[in-house]
């Protein structure tokens, strides 16, 4: 038995010894400052002085009640989301679908429309920016369209609708590649079994390629969703939430409270609110998408 006891021990310590390092540094990174947020977001704190004063539900009262800037961040957050969901989504399909033909330049045209997500948002946000104040008064100058004279970043509509295509523009190219690994994994015979009993175009797509690419879906949908719940560098960097409040997501409403007003606690509370509906979002969605899943 004693042999049988010592293999037991040294297995639970060579266990430990690989896991203990990541389970210290989970602690350390994510459930420690967690339980401080927690704490935190229950106080009036400036982030600074060692003054912390304890305000129980005060916070939460506030931003239900009175604060109507965080209601108006959510919903714009949401309806950005919405919009950006769909029409990246629905991009990358097209794009995939296009891309896995038999093209010569399919690999050119894959890293070029790949490119622009390796490089930071924050870098995209400043040269987008660029471009849509010096380069497009150049372009009026050249062409004479007005279209180029529009306010694209201080007219209210015309921001959201940059923010939202500059955004797309970027991460479009990633979600291609994930819709195109799915189109590959689908079995080539399938599909010709589909064009033997007649079934091509639209009606080949919803019923036989959509429903296989769900997996595929069900990851990118994931993803864009928590992206675009979460946008922060190409709001900060374009339009600084204006004009006015128009683009001022929930994360950028979260920044501005704890760096610009000095409301750490109440920012830390507006913080935990939104990660439960992150948390909700997401989960109803992979549910939802998981159960469409089919097999081939």
Same mark, same amino acid.
């Given at each position: 038995? &004693? ?6 021990? &040294? ?59 965080? /209601?108006?961040?959510?919903? %714009? ?6 919009? *950006? ?6 991009? #990358? ?6 891309? @896995?033909?038999? /093209?010569?330049? #399919? *690999? ?12 930071? $948002?924050?870098?995209?946000? %400043?040269?987008?920016? !660029? ?28 921001? %959201? ?13 990633? %979600?291609?590649?994930?819709?195109? @690994? ?21 009606? &080949? ?14 990851? #990118? ?5 928590? *992206? ?8 900060? @960097? /374009? ?19 704890? !760096? ?7 920012? @830390? ?9 992150? $948390? ?9 998408? &998981? ?6």
């Amino acid at each position: 038995m &004693k042999p049988a006891v010592s293999n037991s021990w &040294k297995k639970s310590a060579e266990f430990l010894c690989f896991v203990a390092p990541a389970v210290i540094l989970i602690c350390i990174s994510a459930l420690i400052p967690f339980v401080m947020s927690l704490y935190y977001s229950f106080t009036r704190w400036n982030g600074i002085g060692k003054e912390v004063a304890f305000v129980g539900f005060r916070n939460f009262v506030e931003i239900f009640t009175e604060d109507s800037s965080a /209601l108006q961040s959510m919903l %714009f957050t949401f309806k950005f989301s919405l919009w *950006n969901v769909v029409l990246t989504n629905v991009l #990358a399909i097209l794009l995939a679908l296009a891309l @896995t033909k038999a /093209l010569r330049s #399919a *690999n050119v045209l894959r890293a070029v429309f790949f490119l622009p997500n390796i490089v930071s $948002l924050v870098i995209i946000g %400043f040269v987008w920016k !660029f471009i849509f104040s010096k380069v497009f008064e150049s372009l009026h100058q050249w062409t004479g369209f007005h279209v180029f004279q529009w306010s694209w970043l201080g007219d209210v509509d015309l921001a %959201f609708v940059s923010v939202l295509f500059v955004n797309v523009w970027q991460s479009v190219g990633f %979600f291609m590649m994930i819709y195109i @690994t799915g189109l590959q994994a689908i079995p080539q015979d399938l599909l010709e079994a589909a064009d033997v009993d007649g079934v091509g175009g639209f009606a &080949k797509f919803f019923r036989v390629t959509l429903p296989l690419l769900m997996p595929s879906l069900t990851v #990118a949908v994931f993803l864009s969703i928590a *992206n675009s719940l979460k946008i922060f560098d190409v709001i900060y @960097t /374009l339009t600084y939430g204006g004009p006015g409040d128009a683009t001022r997501s929930i994360t950028m409403d979260i920044y501005t409270e704890a !760096f610009v007003n000095n409301r750490f606690g109440y920012a @830390t509370a507006k913080s935990l609110i939104f990660v439960l509906i992150v $948390l909700l979002i997401t989960v109803v969605q992979v549910k939802f998408f &998981k159960s469409r899943e089919v097999e081939a």
